[in-house]
C-alpha cells in the first residue's frame, strides 16, 4: 500500500461546479497536510496548509482533514477554468521535512 | 521578489554524458531539497540539505550527487545519465524558523526538464 493514495483523474467539470479532490494515508503519524496546485510544466505552488484535524477556508478553496479516518479533501468553490491544473496533496509527521506527496490529481474545468 | 530559480528550465543530455542542474534562491532558506518528478507521479524526494548537512534518501541512485556550495545555491549533479532519468527536476526551498506554517511551507522552483536521448 502506498502511503499516500490520490485518485489520478483526470477530473472533468463544468465551470462553477463545486469540486472535490482527497487524499488517503495509511501512516498516523501525519500532521501537518497540505495541498498544492500545480500548472503544466511548473513547480508547484501551495494552496493550503493545515495542521492537525478540522477544517480551513481561504477564499474559494476549503480544505478539510479527518485524521481519524486518514482523509483529507480539498474543496473548489465556483471552479474556474484557471482552477485546471493538478493538485497534489503532502504530508508529514515532523515540521519542515520528510513531506510525502501524493500522485496527483489532474483536474480540468470547462468553460 | 523572493523565489527559487532553476536553470536552465530545459536540458537536454545524450545517454550516458554528465549533466548538472542549478538552483538558486533569494528567500534565505536554510533547508534546499531535491526531487524527481516523473509524468502523472508525485514529486519523489532525491535528496535535502538541512544547512550544510547533506541528506540522501535510501533509494536515490548513486548516479545522483549534489553540492550546495553557499547557502543561496545548490546543484544537482547527474553522472551518466539513463533513458529512466528523463523527468523534471524541481528544487524546493523551506526554514526551520517562525511559525509553523512558516516552517511547513516548501517554496518550489519551476522546475528543470530534463531529456536524455
Known amino acids: 500500500q502506498k502511503e499516500v493514495e490520490q485518485d489520478p483523474g483526470p477530473l472533468s467539470v463544468p465551470e462553477g461546479a463545486i469540486v472535490s479532490l482527497n487524499c488517503t494515508y495509511s501512516?498516523?503519524?501525519?500532521?501537518?497536510f497540505m495541498w498544492y496546485r500545480q500548472y503544466s510544466r511548473k513547480g508547484p505552488e501551495l494552496l493550503m496548509y493545515?495542521?492537525?484535524?478540522g477544517n480551513k477556508e481561504d477564499g474559494r478553496f476549503t480544505a478539510q482533514v479527518d485524521k481519524s479516518s486518514k482523509y483529507i479533501s480539498l474543496f473548489i468553490r465556483d471552479s474556474q477554468p484557471s482552477d485546471s491544473a493538478t493538485y497534489l496533496c503532502?504530508?508529514?509527521?515532523?515540521?519542515?521535512?520528510?513531506?510525502?506527496f501524493g500522485p496527483g490529481t489532474r483536474l480540468s474545468v470547462l468553460p | 521578489d523572493a523565489m527559487v530559480i532553476q536553470n536552465p528550465r530545459y536540458q537536454v543530455t545524450q545517454f550516458g554524458k554528465p549533466v548538472t542542474l542549478s538552483c538558486s534562491q533569494t528567500?534565505?532558506?536554510?533547508?534546499m531539497y531535491w526531487y524527481q518528478q516523473k509524468s502523472s507521479q508525485a514529486p519523489k524526494l532525491l535528496f535535502h540539505y538541512y544547512d550544510k548537512d547533506f541528506n540522501n534518501e535510501a533509494d536515490t541512485p548513486d548516479n545522483f550527487q549534489s553540492r550546495r556550495p553557499n547557502t543561496s545555491f545548490c546543484f544537482l549533479d547527474i553522472r551518466s545519465p539513463g533513458l529512466g532519468d528523463a523527468a523534471m527536476y524541481l528544487c524546493?526551498?523551506?526554514?526551520?524558523?517562525?511559525?509553523?506554517?512558516?516552517?511547513?511551507?516548501?517554496?518550489f522552483g519551476p522546475g528543470t526538464r530534463l531529456t536524455v536521448l
Open positions: 493545515t495542521y492537525s484535524s
Open positions: 524546493a526551498t523551506s526554514k526551520t524558523s517562525g511559525s509553523v506554517r512558516d516552517r511547513d511551507t516548501q517554496y
Open positions: 528567500l534565505n532558506h536554510n533547508v
Open positions: 501512516n498516523s503519524a501525519f500532521q501537518y
Open positions: 503532502a504530508m508529514s509527521a515532523f515540521y519542515g521535512q520528510n513531506f510525502v
